[in-house]
């Protein structure tokens, strides 16, 4: 007699449920079926095994000792070499190569036909992309300037910086580098082209070149120079607050908005660094509301917000904003108008930044409820 047996003929004659014996046991019936089927193989190991098959045992008044000595028998009869394959001749090294060897050459050649039929399809696919560009010549021309980098980013080392408008900013670029920043979604840079020694003063000039625009300035310490582009929707100011043979600094001052020449908003923008690309939420408050809000997922300011305070939130990633009555918020999130909800209905929202799966230096705002 198998343990499982043993056990499943003591469950019956006390007349006991499988289902009882889980309960009681707290092993579950599934479990306590394979015991007595003696199919240890849902078990993990030998160890969990005997530990369920001794508790179930002692439930049922039987002796674990005898249980796990059927266990033990049952085991090394299930493991036991059958005679025919005791007195099978042992395999030779060359019975593996005769075997395997040919399948295994093989292999390098099915891989290297597949590198090959990959290589041609890519250069296919390639191909077709170009025709398509040429034929399509006016809407691929920005995208093909903008990732090779012809026109609006330098073609140089670039350090990226945060600023801020109202605050000056100290920045040090060294000679032959870049900085950039972003001024309401708009990719500004700024290189350092080259510094310029006076022999006769002993004094230096930085040779500055401004992307987008490619424009070129010239700058003597400690006269500032003033930045208008209409590829830049903000004015500014940089000076020139120390120099060396090899390095410029520079403080950059944002100064007002510049309007946009059609006041429209743009939905979609285009960035090389992802960093530059910034959810601006602006707006006024109409009303005496309750607001609340997250900025990259750290709290901000809580509570009743008065009528006319101004609202300026910017954010890398996203903003959750919650507001006790939508109505009476009058706001725009980069530059283009939202109403979040009706008047007399709270609202509550998450702003993100959203990558273009397909144009990865594409970027968007998406606004859904929190």
Same mark, same amino acid.
């Given at each position: 007699?198998?343990?499982?047996?043993?056990?499943?003929?003591a469950?019956?004659?006390?007349?006991i449920?499988?289902?009882?014996?889980?309960?009681?046991? /707290?092993?579950?019936a599934?479990?306590l079926?394979?015991?007595?089927d003696?199919?240890y193989?849902?078990f993990?190991?030998e160890?969990?095994?005997?530990?369920?098959?001794?508790?179930y045992?002692?439930y049922l008044?039987?002796?674990?000792?005898?249980?796990k000595?059927l266990?033990k028998?049952?085991?090394l009869?299930?493991?036991?070499?059958p005679?025919?394959?005791l007195m099978?001749?042992?395999?030779?090294?060359?019975?593996y190569?005769?075997?395997?060897?040919?399948p295994?050459?093989?292999?390098?050649v099915a891989?290297?036909?597949?590198?090959?039929?990959?290589?041609?399809v890519?250069?296919?696919?390639?191909?077709?992309?170009?025709v398509?560009?040429?034929n399509?010549?006016?809407?691929?021309?920005?995208?093909?300037?903008?990732?090779k980098?012809s026109?609006?980013?330098?073609?140089v080392?670039?350090?990226?910086?945060?600023?801020?408008?109202?605050?000056p900013s100290?920045q040090?670029?060294?000679?032959?580098?870049?900085?950039?920043?972003?001024?309401?979604n708009?990719?500004?840079?700024?290189?350092l082209?080259?510094?310029?020694?006076?022999?006769k003063t002993?004094?230096y000039?930085?040779?500055?070149e401004?992307?987008?625009?490619? /424009?070129k300035?010239t700058?003597?310490?400690?006269?500032?120079?003033?930045?208008?582009?209409?590829?830049?929707?903000?004015?500014?100011?940089?000076?020139?607050s120390?120099?060396?043979?090899?390095?410029?600094?520079l403080?950059?001052?944002?100064?007002?908005?510049?309007a946009?020449a059609?006041?429209g908003?743009?939905?979609?923008v285009?960035?090389?660094?992802?960093?530059?690309f910034l959810?601006?939420?602006?707006?006024?408050?109409?009303?005496?509301?309750?607001?609340e809000y997250?900025?990259d997922?750290?709290p901000?300011?809580r509570g009743?917000? /008065?009528?006319?305070? +101004?609202?300026?939130?910017?954010?890398?990633?996203s903003?959750?904003?919650?507001?006790?009555?939508?109505?009476?918020?009058k706001?725009?999130i980069?530059?283009?108008?939202?109403?979040?909800?009706?008047?007399?209905?709270?609202?509550?929202?998450?702003?993100?930044?959203?990558?273009? +799966?397909?144009?990865?230096?594409?970027?968007k705002?998406v606004?859904?409820?929190?």
């Amino acid at each position: 007699m198998t343990a499982g047996a043993l056990l499943k003929k003591a469950r019956e004659e006390r007349r006991i449920s499988l289902r009882q014996a889980a309960d009681d046991t /707290k092993i579950t019936a599934r479990h306590l079926q394979a015991i007595e089927d003696d199919n240890y193989m849902v078990f993990p190991g030998e160890t969990y095994a005997l530990g369920f098959l001794a508790s179930y045992a002692v439930y049922l008044d039987v002796d674990p000792d005898e249980v796990k000595r059927l266990y033990k028998g049952s085991q090394l009869t299930e493991t036991e070499t059958p005679l025919h394959e005791l007195m099978q001749p042992t395999i030779q090294m060359s019975d593996y190569i005769e075997r395997f060897a040919k399948p295994l050459i093989l292999i390098p050649v099915a891989v290297i036909v597949v590198a090959g039929i990959i290589f041609l399809v890519t250069q296919l696919l390639s191909d077709k992309t170009t025709v398509k560009s040429g034929n399509d010549s006016q809407s691929s021309s920005t995208v093909t300037n903008f990732t090779k980098n012809s026109n609006t980013v330098p073609e140089v080392e670039t350090d990226h910086v945060k600023l801020s408008p109202g605050r000056p900013s100290p920045q040090i670029i060294k000679k032959g580098r870049a900085i950039n920043f972003s001024v309401q979604n708009t990719e500004v840079y700024i290189v350092l082209r080259d510094i310029i020694s006076d022999d006769k003063t002993g004094t230096y000039k930085a040779d500055l070149e401004l992307f987008p625009g490619k /424009k070129k300035y010239t700058l003597k310490e400690e006269e500032p120079i003033d930045i208008e582009d209409p590829g830049i929707p903000r004015k500014f100011k940089i000076t020139l607050s120390g120099i060396t043979a090899t390095n410029a600094k520079l403080v950059i001052d944002l100064g007002e908005e510049v309007a946009p020449a059609d006041n429209g908003a743009v939905n979609e923008v285009r960035v090389s660094n992802p960093d530059n690309f910034l959810i601006r939420l602006e707006g006024t408050l109409t009303g005496d509301t309750y607001i609340e809000y997250f900025v990259d997922g750290k709290p901000g300011k809580r509570g009743l917000f /008065k009528k006319d305070t +101004p609202l300026l939130l910017e954010a890398n990633d996203s903003i959750q904003i919650k507001i006790g009555d939508a109505g009476d918020v009058k706001l725009s999130i980069n530059g283009k108008p939202e109403v979040l909800g009706a008047k007399g209905h709270v609202a509550n929202k998450i702003i993100r930044k959203m990558r273009d +799966p397909v144009e990865q230096s594409k970027f968007k705002v998406v606004i859904k409820d929190a």
